[in-house]
């Protein structure tokens, strides 16, 4: 199932609730997440999410940034 709309909110302290709305539907489902589950979904989240959005940039060589060297098309 793929979300039209997806968020997370806190009622209260300690309380998390991941609401979303499935494509074709109108209506908004509602699941509360235990504080050990919403820990584990930010901490495995987060880096699958970071990961697909970096653009690696290359390194250049330190020896030629020594020097001076410049690689690029002129």
Do not use: C, W
């Not at 997370?8 to 991941?18: E, I, K, Q």
């Not at 930010?42 to 959005?53: K, N, Y």
Request: glycine share 6%; proline share 7%; aromatic share 8%.
């Amino acid at each position: 199932m793929i979300a039209k709309l997806a968020y997370l909110t806190s009622p209260s302290a300690g309380r998390y609730v991941f609401n979303f709305q499935p494509f074709g539907s109108d209506d908004l489902i509602s699941v509360e997440v235990g504080p050990d589950h919403m820990r584990n979904i930010l901490s495995d989240g987060v880096p699958l999410m970071l990961r697909q959005s970096f653009h690696r940039v290359p390194v250049i060589n330190s020896q030629e940034s020594a020097n001076g060297s410049d690689n690029r098309a002129q």
